[in-house]
């Protein structure tokens, strides 16, 4: 069953402007943990920023954050302040207790049009 | 600190060899995944390991594939024999063991079979 679910294959967005990736997510177990990752055309995958699922508070890190929806199960990255650089792959990725391994979405390829 | 490490970066070998690819986790990090990327099938995992222990091993694709974790900072993934579509990007990532911990990726291992 498909537990990761990233319905953007891709997005522009202009240079300076935000841009909400989309994800959700389908599990059972209570705790469980989101993962953003980003993967540049030099191939490397990076970690962007993770949530929990018993964190009060949506996730920021620095330009990124994360819009947690528990209800709607949904857990999009929001990019403020695109740059170009921000222009790649980006993968939603779930852990849950019941496994220690990452599930991945099948990515969205963001592009920042200058 | 060294992330984790991979070798080689750059593999082509011919159909019928075999490929042993190779990895070093961070030092402390007691989980070790190895993930097979291609452009059809995203990024899949293969095996993981806690604490050099195989958990799970159901996404190794067939008999051809092994991995091994002799001690905490080495570990394996071996192709015997190789064939062209076995062609992909290789990741290994380490973590501790938890939902709420990243998994940290090397820079992958681009393996071409001819």
């Known amino acids: 069953a498909q537990k990761i679910t990233q319905t953007q294959p891709g997005m522009f967005v202009q240079e300076k402007e935000a841009v909400t990736l989309d994800c959700t997510y389908d599990?059972?177990?209570?705790?469980?943990?989101l993962f953003w990752y980003k993967q540049p055309s030099s191939g490397e995958m990076i970690f962007l920023i993770y949530?929990?699922?018993?964190?009060?508070q949506n996730a920021t890190e620095g330009r990124y954050s994360l819009n947690f929806q528990k209800a709607r199960k949904s857990a999009n990255l929001v990019i403020s302040a695109s740059q170009l650089g921000d222009s790649a792959m980006y993968f939603c990725a779930m852990r849950d207790s019941g496994a220690n391994n990452l599930f991945f979405g099948t990515g969205t390829r963001l592009t920042v049009i200058p | 600190d060294a992330g984790v490490i991979q070798s080689p970066r750059h593999e082509v070998t011919e159909m019928g060899q075999e490929v042993t690819l190779r990895c070093k986790p961070i030092s402390g990090h007691n989980s070790l995944f190895w993930y097979r990327q291609t452009m059809m099938r995203g990024l899949e995992l293969l095996i993981y390991f806690n604490n050099n222990v195989p958990i799970d091993d159901s996404g190794m694709p067939e008999d051809r594939f092994s991995a091994k974790m002799p001690n905490a900072s080495f570990s394996t993934l071996k192709i015997q024999p190789s064939e062209p579509r076995d062609s992909a990007v290789y990741f290994c990532?380490?973590?501790?063991?938890?939902?709420?911990?990243?998994?940290?990726f090397g820079p992958g291992t681009r393996l071409t079979v001819l």
């Open positions: 990532a380490s973590s501790l063991k938890g939902s709420y911990n990243e998994q940290f």
């Open positions: 949530q929990g699922s018993y964190d009060q």
């Open positions: 599990t059972s177990d209570p705790s469980y943990g």
